[in-house]
């Protein structure tokens, strides 16, 4: 059992929320991983997967709730379990079909407040390789996650296709690290930004050019092979440099 049943948002997950009251039909917000399947899948057990990978973390289950006016939260929704959705692209153009689909799928969005922000489907033609699609809203994780929710995924996936137990590796609680940041003292960063930030009275205006960009999420995808040697440089820069890719 948590610690912190709980946990209060960090100051990231309330700028979000406090977005989505803004733009409520903005899509900024929605992650979707998509991945190709080179081999044929099992639907049934890699949906067992998903679920055990989902319950194990307690954010993945988590919808937000407000406690109190202006105290927003995330609590878990018990027996929460994700469905993968089973999606027949008709379009003969697989990769067309699938951009169709995953532009409409985030345009869907989430209810924040009334839903787990996260869904999972299946895209299928035969003669293609399956496309399995996590789409979820990023107020549940962060760049540095993504990756080792898939490895527990396919880790267990691979448990349940050779009938072995499913011996994934503990992970702390995000309550922890929420305690963690609540118990920082801020007096140093606190001055330095006041020091910083000392004579500006007024907002900073955003340029004007940014007021002819659309507000509504856009996707493109752009393929570019690297070698070896390029992407140990690539991986060694985002090390270096405490950035994701």
Request: with cysteine; proline share 7%; charged share 25%.
């Amino acid at each position: 059992m948590p610690k912190n049943p709980n946990p209060e948002l960090t100051p990231i997950q309330r700028g979000m929320v406090f977005h989505k009251m803004v733009e409520p039909g903005s899509a900024v917000d929605i992650e979707q991983i998509e991945i190709t399947l080179g081999a044929p899948v099992d639907a049934r057990r890699l949906q067992s997967a998903w679920q055990a990978v989902v319950a194990r973390h307690r954010v993945l289950h988590s919808r937000v709730v407000e406690t109190a006016p202006g105290d927003c939260r995330l609590t878990t929704v018990a027996g929460f379990q994700p469905e993968l959705a089973m999606v027949e692209i008709a379009d003969p153009d697989f990769d067309a079909g699938c951009e169709a689909w995953l532009t409409a799928d985030r345009a869907r969005g989430f209810d924040l407040m009334a839903e787990v922000p996260l869904r999972l489907s299946l895209l299928r033609r035969p003669g293609h390789p399956d496309r399995c699609v996590w789409t979820f809203h990023h107020i549940l994780l962060d760049g540095r996650s993504f990756s080792d929710v898939l490895v527990e995924l396919w880790d267990a996936y691979d448990a349940l296709l050779s009938g072995q137990d499913q011996n994934l590796a503990a992970r702390p609680d995000q309550s922890d690290f929420i305690d963690w940041l609540h118990g920082l003292d801020h007096t140093e960063s606190t001055a330095y930004w006041r020091k910083l930030l000392s004579g500006i009275d007024e907002a900073t205006p955003f340029p004007e050019a940014a007021a002819s960009v659309p507000t509504s999420a856009t996707r493109r995808v752009t393929r570019r092979r690297l070698s070896a040697q390029q992407t140990e440089a690539l991986e060694r820069w985002v090390r270096d440099n405490g950035v994701t890719l």
